[in-house]
């Protein structure tokens, strides 16, 4: 039974009849005082009446008795401090390390999620700005499977639009035979510039012909929509090569077109319950009084926008999918976008939990991202650049110059593992919200709060498993000295510390989780010899070793980032 539980029946024993299912036991935040502690007999005083010491004597008293409490005892105005016992703590290890999911409670079984995130513009190629909803969305999707949930992994494409008028145009016009056979998203992206160029000209006719061919593939000419369903597949094709590397998959790939044909009856149903109104030419929704101002829903020459579109989008989901939740993963520039059409999906009926996941800024080495500071630098390149940078790490730590000039495929390998790792830590151990900066001297640092500083307590504690002959957890674990005991309480935290993220919407619980506990291996590690102690002391706390191990990997996958067993 978990410590909440022991505390809850000791509320129910000293206070029969009353519903404890608030009750909680909470790590202490001064470990002076206890293990843990639990203050909610305050909560409990004041509809009863009591003096909130009181009740938390009589709960201790209850509490006292379970053989797990090696010490209770009321503090302050009525906060419970309570230390348990070590034989306690030991078997709630064993119990962790026995289960495969490491006692992270499957709390989404039989339920399911959409998940949107990522969610580039086809045709063009992914730049650093889209790490970010990538990365978070990504771990987001890990930690609610790890949780049991069933997770619908959408990626809501920007496949639709002017822009593929612009691009045919160019297509048909300005690119040689050899472009248009070889074609790739790089040629896309300066067909577009190059065409869009064109529609700028004084005369118009650039201009005019894109919107023919746009009209031409609205109206569902055949050679348009080839061309475009080519453009899309060599963007999708793309933009998996760099999925594959960043470790994220999709199980559908729906993007705006999909919703098109949806959009007018979107709109006939905000008319028909007159959410929606004529304004100046356009159809519009008045969230006034709700301080979200005004939502185009349909603009003054007939076309749809954003919002339309997902409103659209919702509506086919629910159907289809019947979630439990949906969650968007963009920037936090759209949060009013989101918020406004949050709003107006719950005017028409819509009660699936919908969830924005907004993200702050990201600059680059100190400067903001921008093709006018010229460092829109594309993502493929900074992957390349972090496997570079880590592949030097790897071999100069092999110390020869054949290890350098001529690196292995296994080292190779390992670099892209760290590098890709340290790109991704870099933004999940940050709150989503907060902005945040790109360097790569904090994202490849071997000591600090970085992927690779994480990477290498794997490597290390898989190392001295190895060298101690173990695979691993066998026995009971040893919690007799502090810093084993801290550990050792650290590690019974993690199945906590998914639920919080995945409750917040913020890898960085988990991220910051993994750093405290790897730095309280460490000390543990420095403190406490392992492999030089008796017999059964060293068995004892190889386990604590080995469920380090298996915590920090099994954490380090929820976050998409891997574990190498050597380094
Ligand atoms: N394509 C959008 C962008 O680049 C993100 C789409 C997010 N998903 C959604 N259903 N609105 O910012």
């Known amino acids: ?37 639990c203050n909610d007999a305050l909560k409990l005083a004041k509809p009863m009446r009591l003096n909130p010491r009181e009740v938390a004597a009589k ?12 010490k209770v005892e009321v503090a302050g105005p009525g906060f419970l401090n309570i230390t348990v016992s070590g034989a306690w703590i030991s078997s709630r290890l064993g119990l962790l390390a026995a289960d495969g999911n490491l006692s992270v409670p499957q709390i989404g079984k039989g339920k399911k999620i959409v998940i949107d995130y990522s969610s580039p513009n086809a045709a063009k190629q ?16 890990r930690i609610f499977r790890t949780l049991g949930y069933d997770v619908i992994a959408d990626n809501h494409l920007g496949d639709w639009g002017t822009q593929f008028g612009i691009l045919i145009k160019g297509y048909r016009e300005l690119l040689t035979d050899e472009e248009r056979e070889n074609l790739t998203v790089a040629t896309l992206e300066k067909c577009y510039v190059l065409s869009a160029a064109r529609a700028k000209e004084e005369d118009g006719v650039w201009r005019e012909g894109c919107k023919a061919e746009l009209v031409k593939l609205q109206q569902g000419d055949e050679g348009n929509r080839a061309l475009w369903k080519r453009f899309i597949d060599i963007s999708i094709g793309e933009f998996e090569r760099m999925y594959s590397k960043l470790g994220v998959s999709f199980d559908t790939y729906r993007g705006e077109s999909y919703y098109n044909d949806m959009m007018p009856g979107v709109v006939k149903r905000l008319q028909e319950v007159s959410l929606a109104v004529e304004s100046e030419g356009a159809l519009v929704v008045n969230l006034e009084n709700e301080n979200l101002g005004v939502a185009i829903v349909r603009k003054s020459d007939g076309g749809y926008n954003y919002t339309t579109s ?51 800024l990201m600059s680059f080495q100190g400067k903001a991202i921008s093709t006018r500071e010229g460092n829109l630098v594309r993502l493929d390149e900074l992957l ?10 790897v071999t100069s730590r092999r110390g020869s110059e054949e290890a350098s000039s001529n690196p292995s495929e296994e080292d190779i390998r390992l670099a892209e593992q760290i590098g890709y790792g340290a790109v ?13 900066d790109f360097s790569w001297d904090k994202a490849l640092a071997l000591d600090g709060n970085s992927g690779p500083y994480l990477q290498y307590a794997y490597a290390r504690v898989n190392s001295l498993m190895e060298k101690a002959g173990v695979s691993g957890v066998e ?3 040893s919690v007799e000295e ?11 935290e993690f199945p906590g510390a998914v639920v919080r993220a995945a409750e917040a919407y913020k890898p960085s619980i988990l991220a910051d989780y993994l750093f405290q506990t790897a730095q309280l291996y460490s000390s543990f590690y420095q403190n406490t010899p392992v492999l030089k102690s008796d017999e059964e002391t060293r068995r004892a706390r190889l386990n604590l070793c080995a469920l380090f191990g298996s915590v920090l990997s099994k954490g380090l996958s929820c976050l998409g980032i891997e574990t190498p067993k050597r380094i």
Request: proline share 3%; aromatic share 10%; charged share 25%.
């Open 1 to 37: 039974m978990d410590l909440s539980t022991k505390v809850r029946a000791a509320f129910e024993a000293a206070f029969p009849g009353n519903d404890f299912s608030f009750v909680r036991a909470v790590p202490a935040t001064d470990r002076k005082f206890g293990d843990y502690q």
């Open 59 to 70: 709960v201790a008293e209850k509490l006292s008795a379970d053989e797990a409490v090696a």
């Open 126 to 141: 992914m730049h650093i700005g889209h790490i970010r909803s990538t990365v978070i969305g990504g771990a987001l999707d």
């Open 310 to 360: 997902d409103l659209a989008c919702v509506e086919s989901r629910v159907k289809e999918y019947q979630p439990e939740r949906i969650i968007y993963v963009t920037d936090a520039r759209q949060q009013l976008h989101f918020k406004q059409w949050f709003s107006i999906a719950a005017k028409l009926g819509c009660t699936t939990k919908l969830v924005h996941v907004p993200f702050g």
């Open 384 to 393: 390349s650049e972090a496997v570079k940078r880590s592949l030097a790490i």
């Open 424 to 436: 991704k830590y870099s933004d999940l151990s940050h709150d989503p919200i907060t902005d945040i």
């Open 475 to 477: 026995g009971a674990f």
């Open 482 to 492: 502090s810093s084993e005991r801290s550990l050792a309480l650290q590690l019974l």
